[in-house]
């Protein structure tokens, strides 16, 4: 399953690239399992995603828990928490 994946704010700086299309694996079924591989991807994806739990994502634009499955999504988007102040 191929799928565009959305990157912002720190994500994208230290990932290095705003967006990217990706060939997914079989077994990459869930948010948290997609935040997983994304890690092995490398260095700099690894670092990125080296707390996961404070990552949150959307699936085709509405928000998505780690545990939601990603189906038939044409785009995934990964992000840090919001701050405000």
């Not at 994208?12 to 399992?33: C, F, H, N, Q, Y």
């Not at 990125?48 to 189906?71: K, Q």
């Amino acid at each position: 399953m191929s799928v565009r994946i959305v990157y912002f704010a720190w994500v994208r700086e230290r990932i290095g690239k705003g967006s990217e299309e990706l060939e997914l694996p079989a077994s990459v079924m869930t948010v948290g399992d997609l935040i997983a591989h994304l890690a092995t991807l490398g260095e700099e994806y690894a670092q990125a995603l080296s707390v996961p739990g404070v990552i949150r994502a959307a699936i085709d634009e509405e928000h998505a828990d780690h545990d939601e499955t990603i189906g038939s999504a044409r785009e995934i988007a990964l992000f840090p928490p919001m701050t405000g102040g």
